[in-house]
């Protein structure tokens, strides 16, 4: 490992010891063992960032889940530090500007992700200033919004349309997953939220009686709530159905939870939100799709935005608002009507705009 490689990994280890020290830990689970934590960070046997950063995300599931954010900027600062300096000292402003405000907007990072970017470097190369006799050349690094060039090339915005939807749809297959039974629960995970609006805490509480088989057709149930009724959404069958018995079948042999999705370290729980969000990101990553946001929020805009715009293919009628609001389960319509027009169709017809989506 090369001199400068070595350096980093050995300061990150110490700086996301030190956060996980100082972070709240108000939301960690009851037997959050910070000791034993801290050994894992620190641990010489580390190493490369993937590594340190599957410690991260053990100790976020464990709930300190704001350890993840300054893991994620200083692992990715890093890849984008490779082969341009010999040296840690070499780190000054330009790079961190050119990092925060050139590289992170070609990969469609919006302002509020790459700030948060700019103050976890910031703040990671301080701890080393503190903590080495290094000094860095680092003045204070303003995070620009998109220049009207870049906004003009990029044109990125926070929701995909129907073609970029079935591009999506197709291309997951091609991950290489490291067994069935992730792939399969990762496609389902991922259709979901593309084809049915569901919110990442309503996903965890799925169970196996959610999802009905009836007249043919298939539904997701949503419980109901303290803040939403029961409601019940058609999906489009020929995306799911393969997959949804391969992953029954996979599921018997490794859990018997009551959880449809499941932790993978202790199956009697459901799956995280955080676990949610990175499978999301991870396989809209491999596809290439230029989104400002790789989340089950967007897909989630997209799937309201593409059911406002799109014509049922039998009727020829858009959905209505009020069956969008019944379908995503909004009660709050003030942004939902920033988005969407008024039609007539049935809730019924909803999952045939996805029927014609590429992919099986």
Same mark, same amino acid.
């Given at each position: ?23 709240? /830990?108000?939301? !960690? ?6 000791? +034993?934590?801290?050994? @894992? $960070? #620190? %641990?010489?046997?580390? &190493? =490369? ?90 003045? /204070?690094?303003? !995070? ?6 870049? +906004?003009?090339?990029? @044109? $990125? #915005? %926070?929701?995909?349309? &129907? =073609? ?112 949610? &969000? ?83």
């Amino acid at each position: 490992m090369s001199n400068i490689k070595n350096e980093y990994l050995q300061f990150a280890q110490r700086f996301l010891k030190e956060k996980l020290y100082i972070l709240n /830990k108000k939301n !960690v689970k009851k037997d959050f063992d910070v000791v +034993k934590f801290e050994e @894992k $960070l #620190i %641990d010489a046997n580390i &190493k =490369n960032f993937t590594e340190l950063h599957n410690k991260t995300k053990e100790i976020a599931r464990a709930g300190l889940t704001q350890i993840s954010q300054p893991s994620i900027a200083i692992k990715n600062f890093y890849k984008y530090l490779d082969n341009k300096i010999d040296n840690i000292v070499q780190i000054d402003t330009n790079l961190v500007s050119d990092y925060v405000n050139k590289e992170c907007i070609n990969n469609g990072l919006g302002l509020g992700t790459r700030t948060n970017y700019r103050n976890s470097i910031v703040d990671f190369i301080n701890f080393t200033e503190n903590n080495s006799v290094y000094k860095f050349n680092l003045e /204070k690094i303003r !995070v620009i919004s998109a220049t009207k060039d870049k +906004k003009n090339k990029s @044109k $990125l #915005i %926070d929701w995909i349309d &129907k =073609n970029q939807l079935s591009f999506l749809n197709t291309e997951i297959l091609k991950y290489n997953h490291r067994d069935d039974f992730t792939k399969c629960r990762n496609i389902l995970i991922i259709r979901l939220f593309m084809f049915s609006g569901i919110e990442p805490n309503e996903m965890t509480r799925l169970k196996e009686d959610n999802f009905i088989f009836e007249d043919g057709e298939m539904y997701l149930r949503i419980d109901k709530t303290a803040s939403r009724e029961e409601r019940t959404i058609p999906l489009p069958k020929g995306k799911f159905v393969v997959y949804f018995n391969k992953y029954i079948e996979e599921k018997k042999s490794k859990s018997s939870s009551k959880y449809f999705f499941f932790n993978d370290k202790n199956t009697s729980e459901s799956i995280s939100t955080l676990s949610l &969000k990175y499978i999301t990101k991870e396989l809209i990553d491999f596809t290439g799709i230029k989104v400002k946001d790789k989340t089950p929020s967007m897909l989630r805009k997209s799937f309201a935005i593409i059911l406002n715009n799109e014509k049922d293919p039998v009727t020829g009628l858009t959905q209505p608002e009020k069956n969008i609001q019944y379908l995503l389960g909004v009660q709050n319509l003030s942004r939902l009507r920033q988005l969407l027009k008024f039609s007539t169709i049935s809730v019924v017809q909803s999952s045939r705009v996805f029927d014609e989506v590429m992919g099986n």
